[in-house]
Every structure is written in structure tokens, then in C-alpha cells.
């Protein structure tokens, strides 16, 4: 029997309370396991919480407001020259995927912000962090204790699964 696996939960609102380094490991762990093309891993994140760089972020885009609010943020980057920048972002995509779930896994919310491919974005967020010339910034994971849950719309639809 197939159960219904596209509910979620978005997370859009957080406590104001650290987030423990342990967790963030996790997360970061199991993005870090995603099968990558050539087995090569393209990705390095960077964990944000200067509140300062968070209220940076959170004016790179008007999806990225609620950074400002998070205890914590991940951002994902891919190395331009290892790879197919295709690639690098099909394998961010599935990291990302793993990074999600985790934070569920852990009593953490966190919404995925993607910015690729948008270049002006992806500048935006790099001159933030000052991340090198040699990444580019690839998405947004705020991340936090959720204050209110909210749930996404959802998008599960019975007519589009064909059984083969």
C-alpha cells in the first residue's frame, strides 16, 4: 500500500533560542551523505548566526525574510569548477532534501529558500558572507525551534500517480 508522503510541514516562525551545535552537525551530516554525480561532493554550507549576517541574508530576497527571525541559518554553496554547474546543482537539490528532513527529524523547522539561478541573488548572499569567488551560493535554510506551525498547501494528487 502507497501512503500519502507529500504532506508537509513549513516552518516560518521560530523561538528565540539558540539552536545546539550537535543538531546543526546532524544536519549538516546528512546533507553531506546525498549521493553526488562522480561521487564527488560539490557543497560547502555555511552556518549563520551573527544576527547581524541574518538580517543581511533576509534583505537578499523577499523570500528570505524570515531569516532575520531565525536562531540559526544554513547556506548552501557548490564549487563552480569541480563539476558540471548542472550537476552541482542536482546534487545541492538532493543535500538539501536530506538537510530537511533531518531538521524534522531533529524538532527543528526550517523552509528551503532556493536562489539559484538567479544571479543577482546569489551575489547578494555571497557578498554577505563573504563566501570565495571560487563558490556559488546555491539556497537559504533558516532554521530554529518552530514557534507556529503552518501547513504547506497540500499538492498530493491521487490522478497523477500512474502504477506501472
Not at 72 to 78: D, Q
Not at 106 to 116: E, F, N, S, Y
Request: charged share 25%; proline share 6%; net charge neutral.
Amino acid at each position: 500500500m502507497i501512503k500519502n508522503i507529500a504532506h508537509r510541514v513549513s516552518i516560518r516562525k521560530y523561538q528565540n533560542k539558540p539552536v545546539e551545535k550537535e543538531k546543526v552537525k546532524a544536519v549538516l551530516r546528512a546533507a553531506m551523505q546525498a549521493p553526488s554525480a562522480g561521487n564527488q561532493q560539490p557543497w560547502e554550507f555555511y552556518v549563520v548566526t551573527n544576527k547581524e549576517k541574518l538580517k543581511a541574508l533576509a534583505q537578499t530576497s523577499p523570500y528570505a525574510q524570515m531569516t532575520a527571525q531565525a536562531p540559526v541559518a544554513i547556506v548552501s554553496a557548490y564549487r563552480k569548477d569541480c563539476m558540471l554547474p548542472m550537476y552541482a546543482e542536482i546534487d545541492l537539490s538532493i543535500a538539501m532534501e536530506n538537510l530537511w528532513l533531518e531538521t524534522d527529524a531533529q524538532g527543528l523547522g526550517g523552509v528551503w529558500l532556493g536562489i539559484a539561478p538567479l544571479e543577482e541573488r546569489m551575489k547578494a548572499v555571497e557578498a554577505v558572507l563573504d563566501i570565495p569567488a571560487h563558490l556559488r551560493a546555491f539556497a537559504i535554510f533558516p532554521l530554529g525551534y518552530p514557534d507556529e506551525e503552518r501547513e504547506q498547501e497540500n499538492r498530493y494528487d491521487e490522478s497523477r500517480i500512474h502504477y506501472i
